[in-house]
């Protein structure tokens, strides 16, 4: 959720990052009016209740003469604060029906635009050249027994896989390696639930323009997650966090869902967009003032991750039109797959700002005794899809694949994955 001084002091500012989502400016506009229509009649209700409690004071020091029609006075008084404390109760609720539809005031220097309209900032690592004809992770899958699409298919539908053998093996060394690398970091691991409430799934903004991406029980009132950010978010939900050391820092470990229901056919081949898969997120809660470097740290903790496993790859500012309502900047790291000759993204950086914990009650104590409002940020360190940069890549010419030297610990010590022998 904006911040309402903000609303209130500089709605300018907030038309102008409306204006580079392609989002609605008349939000803007229509939570001024509501603003002021609930201060208004929150003034009137506070006068009218000082008014009855001075009335009230009265009535106890009258005399029996008068006391008659002060009480009388005090009950068409009472029945004016009701209907006054109703006013201001139905004034709030507006507003926060058009405040919770605005979205985070993205950063400036961040793109104007959509999908197309990032900005590249670099690229790291050389692409591969291959003097024999290229496998894509589908087919590498297949030949090496690691990826059964064909069966994921047959008991759950399109866009669903078994990771099998090497491959079942390949994604927990990839998430024990980033697993390792939080902790180095100082992340506390936490293994999170997948199922949450309405209030926390609304409170990090997921339910929005994409909530048809999401799966929802209607018998239990619970969401499934297509990322544990939402649980992390919600995790100090309502709390007044101790920031005094540093920032609060929490690795989520969790299997994800997404409906993909926007997704049409694209990537309806293997395992690039799929309905189920497993990713670890950072999470950090920090003091705003701090949240630009804690985000660089996250993208430069994502990128030691790729340069591990190998992986050619570029980082991209992502566009304001291409943003989650939450996210006030975005950093997008993109592998290459050969298979396709472009980058596709494997992980993601959003700093949030205070919109997420503004809306989830997120507090911390500042050094006057004071409460103010957190940041919070997130970004992904390792997932399911990074599979198929790391096979595609990595393929050899007799249908192996090499595996990256900092993955090896994790897999026994093993320099190759190679098909079975009949």
Known sequence: MIDANLLRDN??????????RGGSEAL????????????????DFENLRAEQNAKAKLVAGADK????????????LAVQVKAAEQSAADAQAKLDEIIWQIENVVIDGVPAGGEDDYVVIREEGTKPSFNFEL?????????????????????????????????????????NM????????????LITPTLVRPS??????????????????????????????VALAGYHSDEIIDLSEGPLRYAGWSTCYRREAGSGGKDTRGILRVHQFNKLEMFSYIKPEDSESEHAKL??????????????????????GDLGSSA???????????????????????????????????????????????????????????????????????????????????????????????
């Open 200 to 229: 926390v799934m609304a409170g990090t903004g997921f339910l929005g323009s994409h909530a048809d991406e999401i799966y929802y029980l209607p018998a239990d009132d619970l969401y499934l997650t297509g990322t544990s950010e």
């Open 28 to 43: 803007v506009d229509d939570a001024v009016a509501a603003d002021i229509s609930w201060r208004k009649a929150l003034s």
């Open 65 to 76: 003469d008068s006391r008659a029609a002060l009480i009388e006075e005090g009950k068409a």
């Open 178 to 189: 980033a697993l390792d690398q939080a902790a180095q970091a100082g992340f506390t691991a």
């Open 135 to 175: 496998r894509d992770h589908v087919a590498l899958g297949e030949h090496l027994d690691i990826i059964d699409i064909e069966r994921g298919a047959k008991i759950s539908g399109s866009r669903f896989y078994f990771l099998k053998g090497w491959g079942a093996r390949l994604e927990l060394a990839l998430m």
């Open 328 to 422: 006030a900047r975005k950093f997008d790291a993109e592998a290459w797959v050969p298979s396709q000759e472009t980058y596709r993204e494997l992980t993601s950086t959003s700093n949030c700002t205070t919109y997420q914990a503004r809306r989830l009650n997120v507090r911390y104590r500042k050094e006057d005794g004071k409460t103010a409002t957190a940041a919070t940020l997130n970004g992904t360190l390792a997932t399911t899809r990074w599979l198929v940069a790391i096979l595609e890549n990595h393929q050899q010419k007799d249908g192996s694949v090499r595996i990256p030297l900092a993955l090896r610990p994790y897999l026994g010590g093993a320099e190759f994955i190679t098909a079975k022998k009949n």
């Open 11 to 20: 709605p300018d500012a907030i038309k102008a990052s409306q204006r580079a």
């Open 299 to 320: 993208l430069a903790w994502q990128e030691e991750m790729l340069k591990k496993c190998e992986l050619p790859y570029r980082v991209i500012d992502t566009a304001a």
